[in-house]
Every structure is written in structure tokens, then in C-alpha cells.
């Protein structure tokens, strides 16, 4: 090669260096925030192609619908009774520069944040009835009173709350067997006043 070509071959090669450091893409699946040295530059993209400075950073975070499922959790009701709840959460990323403060862009932090204020909103409302309530209620009016509390809670994520939903609502086992026992009791004495009355009536 002369030598007089590798001046040219480098520019070229510096100047590609650049245009590809410097374009980045949002799909329409994604928020992306635009960085420098840790600082937002801009939260604002649409979908398509970007311009950014070859040294800044651009973040990008899943704005579809995201699940996570729980089972088994345990929480008190009023009378002290445990109840073992199943259920799920649905959110999503609203706000892209308030969630990488608030997240430092880890999904698992923020699911994790969000399912402990969704955990003590279930708690709150569990604790404000009795096991009688819980089990004669509707799951939705379970949920209701505290989608609306974890709603604003979570507000200063990033995110949008999108649903809470209660799957099923049991006694742990050990509570279990001691209810069946006592319904078991119940109904035998019932059952045996309902034969002494008979006895009585045929005499």
C-alpha cells in the first residue's frame, strides 16, 4: 500500500468509528435515555434512528407489560388467622428518566421494590379483616383498596401499576386440617341434637 493511501485509510477508518459510535436505535418495544457520564442528556426518543455524541451512553429499558407471579405468601387478617395468597403483578415502565434514578436501570431492583409495596398493601387490607371477610369477599374488593394504595406508591419508580390480581386465597395447611376438624366437631353435634330432638319427638 503507498504510503501516502494509509493517511486516507485511517481518516476513513476514524470517520466510521464515529458515525457508528455516534447512531443508536429505539425500537417500539423500548424507552431509551441518552447519558453522559451518568447524567440524563434526554429521556425523549421515539422510535427510529439516533444521533449521539461517540462518548455518551445510551440506556434502554423493555416498555411492554412485565409479570411476576407469587405463591404461598403468608399474611395475618384481623383475628390473627393466616391466610397463604397467590398472585401476580403487572407493570411497566412509564417514565424513563425517572425509573433510572430511581432503579439504576435494574429490573430486578425495581420488581423487587414493587413487590414489597404490593406485599405490604396486601397486608395492610388482610389485616383490616377477618378471616370470615377474606373467605366470603370477592377477590377484587381484596385487591381493590390496595391497587389504589400501591398505585401511589410506587408513582416515583418510573412506572405504571397496570394490574394486581389475587389467584387464590388458602389456609395453610396445619390451619386447615384444625378448621376441617372443628366443622367436623361442629357437625357431629349438631347432627347428634338433631337425633336427640328426633328421639324425643317419637316418644
Known amino acids: 500500500m503507498p504510503a501516502r493511501v494509509i493517511p486516507i485509510v485511517i481518516?476513513?477508518?476514524?470517520?466510521?468509528?464515529i458515525v457508528v459510535t455516534s447512531l443508536f436505535t429505539v425500537s417500539e418495544t423500548e424507552l431509551g435515555?441518552?447519558?453522559?457520564?451518568?447524567?440524563?442528556?434526554?429521556?425523549?426518543?421515539?422510535?427510529g434512528l439516533?444521533?449521539?455524541?461517540?462518548?455518551?451512553?445510551?440506556?434502554?429499558?423493555?416498555?411492554?407489560?412485565?409479570?411476576?407471579?407469587?405463591?404461598?405468601?403468608?399474611?395475618l387478617t384481623n383475628d390473627n388467622r393466616a391466610l397463604t395468597v397467590d398472585f401476580y403483578i403487572k407493570w411497566r415502565v412509564n417514565n424513563a428518566a425517572m425509573y433510572y434514578?430511581?432503579?439504576g436501570s435494574q429490573?430486578?431492583?425495581?420488581?423487587?421494590?414493587?413487590?414489597?409495596?404490593?406485599?405490604?398493601?396486601?397486608?395492610?387490607?388482610?389485616a383490616q379483616h377477618t378471616l370470615q371477610e377474606i373467605v366470603a369477599s370477592e377477590r377484587s374488593a381484596v385487591t381493590g383498596e390496595m391497587f389504589r394504595g400501591a398505585s401511589r406508591?410506587?408513582?416515583?419508580?418510573?412506572?405504571?401499576?397496570?394490574?394486581?390480581?389475587?389467584?387464590?386465597?388458602?389456609?395453610?395447611?396445619?390451619?386447615?386440617?384444625?378448621?376441617?376438624?372443628?366443622m367436623k366437631?361442629?357437625?357431629?353435634?349438631?347432627?347428634s341434637r338433631l337425633r336427640a330432638e328426633g328421639s324425643s319427638s317419637a316418644m
Open 33 to 47: 435515555i441518552r447519558t453522559e457520564f451518568g447524567a440524563i442528556l434526554d429521556a425523549k426518543y421515539d422510535p
Open 11 to 17: 481518516a476513513v477508518a476514524v470517520v466510521l468509528l
Open 101 to 103: 434514578r430511581a432503579t
Open 50 to 75: 439516533h444521533w449521539k455524541l461517540p462518548w455518551d451512553q445510551v440506556v434502554k429499558f423493555d416498555r411492554r407489560i412485565l409479570t411476576q407471579s407469587y405463591q404461598g405468601e403468608t399474611f
Open 153 to 182: 406508591s410506587i408513582a416515583g419508580l418510573g412506572v405504571d401499576l397496570v394490574d394486581v390480581r389475587v389467584q387464590a386465597i388458602d389456609l395453610p395447611p396445619d390451619v386447615a386440617s384444625r378448621v376441617y376438624e372443628n
Open 107 to 126: 429490573e430486578d431492583i425495581a420488581g423487587q421494590r414493587i413487590s414489597e409495596i404490593v406485599k405490604d398493601g396486601i397486608k395492610s387490607v388482610v
Open 185 to 191: 366437631q361442629n357437625f357431629a353435634k349438631i347432627a
